[in-house]
């Protein structure tokens, strides 16, 4: 096994962590190829696990085992499915720690929110568990004396995933719940920085009976192929995919040829905005949960804080007082708070944003520079005096880079804020009712948090407009994306 002894030593069950592919219910050691990748701790730069580094022949003959064994698994019953389901619930919930330290060595973020990330990702097992019963349909007063119209929904059949590596276990359990609830069977291609997360997700889900071939997992640094793979293939009949907009494009493309239907979870560029009525201490409370979770690395992150100019001055000491408290250092670390950047590409990108933003006119109240550590750590950083012209204002940082604007009308806060291709996640703080209102209905995003910088859940719809994507994961909507509607007319 090519796992490192660093890893499992850390392990109650080391059976837990694999280097082998899932496909058809085999697990494979080595791709047709024989070509293999590395995946290394963001932390220490050290190998973890060498992978097979598969290409489109495998993903076929993944997509070949799903397509038979979805046949089977949609004929059982909801129920059936649903006790699957809560067994492997019961299983992520039980191995959490092992799950957290795989997740923590091969992302990076700190043990603490890698544990917390896999109990996020069980609730939606959970949640999908008990909806898997309930996937209804309708019956419609017929148009004529003879007929009687029935609604039924069925599973959509093959689904391909793609996911990213900054919630390796959550991002992926939020499209294989619904699937494998509504009766599909799945591919999944995780991102291959952090394939160990869906790898032991597999094995638990094996564990749980989950038949073979109904949950796939192909790894390989060929994306672009595996991705061609999935979307020319004709048993695919879903692509989900979270990620980049530039890929979400890339694929949206692909798909054209046989309208695929697609699952889209993309870029954000969330507006983080605290009115001169605002609880201060609220808002900056709120500020470092929507900032700094995950190291900056989330798709929901606050990339702009907008602050009116009362409070400005008020905001930024204590945001930048909260700010400088923070621990940097390995996930392992007790106290840690802020984690590695994944690579040496999301480093260079921080450091570009701070860069513009400084040659442009803004100042660095805390931080703005590498860890004293060096490697992928970087420092928090809060910036003051930023304006609309800069890059932060624009692009997903996708780092520790809380850059402060100010505000005077509410009216230009929401033009602003809405000035932006994307449409995600967006927060403000304010306690006038009215103003709440107004505010909410005018932010262009597919989800608001209002005095509340975490928003995270499975049981709401999770997801955005414009040029964030399509689709909703979660939630009593989430299994619509998984099911076909067919309408049964019958003469009698
Ligand atoms: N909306 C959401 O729920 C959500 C959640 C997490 C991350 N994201 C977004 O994802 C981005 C960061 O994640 P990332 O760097 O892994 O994104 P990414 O788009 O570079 O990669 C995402 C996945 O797509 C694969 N991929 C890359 N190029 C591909 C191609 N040409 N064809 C097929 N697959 C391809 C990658 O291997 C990875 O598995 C950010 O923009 C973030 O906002 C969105
Ligand atoms: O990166 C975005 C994910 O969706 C993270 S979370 O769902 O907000 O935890």
Not at 91 to 120: H, Q, R, S, W
Not at 140 to 161: E, F, L, M, N
């Amino acid at each position: 096994m090519s796992i490192s002894n660093a890893l499992l030593s850390k392990l109650k069950d080391p059976s837990l962590v694999t280097d082998k592919a899932l496909i058809g219910g085999d697990w494979i050691a080595a791709g047709d190829a024989g070509k293999t990748f590395e995946v290394t701790n963001p932390s220490t730069g050290d190998v973890i696990a060498v992978l097979p580094d598969m290409n489109r022949a495998e993903a076929s003959r993944a997509i070949d085992a799903a397509h038979v064994a979805q046949k089977v698994w949609a004929r059982k019953t909801g129920k059936e499915r649903a006790a699957v389901l809560r067994k492997l619930y019961d299983l992520m919930v039980a191995n959490a720690d092992d799950l957290a330290t795989i997740l923590t060595i091969e992302m990076g973020k700190p043990f603490a929110e890698a544990k917390g990330e896999i109990l996020y990702g069980a609730s939606y097992v959970e949640w999908f568990g008990e909806e898997a019963k309930r996937v209804y349909g309708d019956t419609i007063p017929g148009h004529q004396p003879d007929k009687r119209i029935i609604v039924i929904r069925q599973p959509v059949g093959v689904v391909a995933a793609i996911t990213p590596w900054n919630f390796p276990n959550a991002m992926l359990a939020r499209k294989f719940a619904p699937a494998v609830a509504a009766g599909c069977a799945m591919i999944s291609k995780p991102a291959a920085e952090t394939p160990l997360s869906a790898l032991s997700l597999a094995v638990l889900a094996e564990r749980a009976g989950l038949p073979a071939g109904v949950f796939n997992v192909v790894t390989s640094k060929d994306s672009p192929s595996i991705g061609k793979e999935f979307t020319e293939n004709e048993k695919v009949r879903k692509l989900t995919f979270t990620g980049s907009t530039e890929v979400g494009r890339i694929l949206m493309r692909q798909g054209a040829d046989q309208i695929m239907k697609l699952g889209l979870e993309l870029g954000g560029n969330a507006p983080f905005i605290v009115f001169d009525d605002a609880d201060i201490d609220a808002a900056v409370e709120g500020a470092m949960i929507s900032k700094y979770r995950n190291n900056g690395q989330t798709c929901v992150c606050a990339n702009r804080l907008y602050v009116q100019s009362g409070v400005y001055d008020a905001f930024a000491r204590k945001l930048a007082e909260k700010v400088s408290a923070m621990k940097v250092g390995d996930g392992f670390e007790a106290g840690v708070s802020a984690g590695p950047l994944i690579d040496r590409k999301a480093l260079a990108k921080v450091e570009e944003h701070i860069a513009d933003a400084v040659s442009k006119g803004a100042a660095v109240a805390l931080g703005g520079k590498p860890d004293a550590r060096g490697g992928l750590f970087f420092e928090p950083t809060v910036l003051t005096g930023v304006t609309r012209d800069m890059k932060v204002a624009r692009e997903e940082t996708f780092g520790p880079v809380a850059p402060l604007f100010r505000f005077d009308t509410e009216d230009e806060v929401i033009e602003m804020a809405n000035n932006t291709e994307f449409g995600l996640a967006s927060y403000f703080y304010a306690r006038d009712v009215s103003k709440i209102f107004r505010v909410a209905e005018a932010l262009e995003y597919g989800m608001v948090g209002i005095n509340t910088g975490l928003i995270s859940t499975e049981v709401a719809p999770f997801g955005g407009i414009k040029q964030s994507g399509q689709g909703r994961e979660g939630s009593k909507y989430g299994i619509d994306d998984y099911v076909e509607m067919k309408y049964l007319c019958l003469s009698i």
